[in-house]
């Protein structure tokens, strides 16, 4: 059973920070480059970040570049999104999955709440 699971949500004001993490098992997964997307009320689906199997290479959304962090550790199947310098626009429920084919159901997501 492939399982995705995201913590470390939350509310926050304008420039702050959160950790979210991606727990995943049920695959290989040091077979898969992996992703985070967000979904706001109103706006598609969105990819925000991904990070290569080797965590060599990085992307990042133009939106994003230079206040987000991916890492990952293989070890323990887990990817780790650092957020800082957080805006309203950021507020989404956030998700990881496989990139860029999204290849499993997506799990609960995290939500994470920045207000002005």
């Known amino acids: 059973e492939v399982q995705l699971v995201e913590s470390g949500g939350g509310s926050v004001q304008a420039g702050g920070s959160l950790k979210l993490s991606c727990a995943a098992s049920?695959?290989?997964?040091?077979?898969?480059?992996i992703g985070w997307y967000r979904h706001a009320p109103g706006k598609e689906r969105e990819g925000v970040s991904c990070?290569?199997?080797?965590?060599?290479?990085?992307y990042y959304a133009d939106s994003v570049k230079g206040r987000f962090t991916i890492s990952r550790d293989n070890a323990k199947n887990t990817v780790v999104l650092q957020m800082n310098s957080l805006k309203p626009e950021d507020t989404a429920v956030y998700y990881c999955?496989?990139?860029?084919?999204?290849?499993?159901?997506w799990g609960q997501g995290t939500q994470v709440t920045v207000s002005s």
């Open positions: 049920g695959f290989t997964f040091d077979d898969h480059a």
């Open positions: 990070i290569a199997i080797s965590g060599g290479k990085t």
């Open positions: 999955n496989t990139w860029p084919g999204v290849r499993f159901t």
